[in-house]
């Protein structure tokens, strides 16, 4: 029904950027209804929240550790949503992972991943410094 796919990922230094892409399989139906967000979860930690977007209104809302280094997006057209990740620093180290909220009535982003329905498999991110 929904199939999600990260890209993007790789070793950079301290002080790098990155883009990390997920595209999204699923109908416009679908599309239309969702939140879809990125997660991270590096050895030994929990996985955490980092950013999601409502794809029909394309609000955004960004955990506290990254909200003023990284920006999420989607472009409609594609059917693909991003995440550009900018100073990257040691502790950004992760695999990434894109969610999918597919959930009638979805009124925000959740940053909890139990909510979320689909997974893609990840994308690792390492960040030398």
């Known amino acids: 029904q929904v199939q999600l796919v990260e890209s993007g990922g790789g070793l950079v230094q301290a002080g790098a950027s990155l883009r990390l892409s997920c595209t999204v399989s699923?109908?416009?139906?679908?599309?239309?209804?969702?939140?879809m967000a990125w997660f991270r979860q590096a050895p030994g930690k929990e996985r955490e929240f980092v950013a999601g977007?409502?794809?029909?209104?394309?609000?955004?809302h960004y955990s506290d550790s990254v909200k003023a280094r990284f920006a999420i997006s989607r472009d409609n057209a594609k059917n693909t949503m991003y995440l550009q990740l900018n100073s990257l620093k040691a502790e950004d180290t992760a695999v990434y992972y894109c969610a999918a909220d597919v959930n009638y009535g979805i009124k925000d982003v959740s940053t909890s991943q139990y909510i979320y329905d689909y997974w893609g498999q990840g994308t690792q991110v390492t960040v030398s410094s």
């Open positions: 977007i409502m794809w029909s209104t394309n609000s955004a």
């Open positions: 699923a109908s416009e139906q679908i599309l239309g209804r969702s939140a």
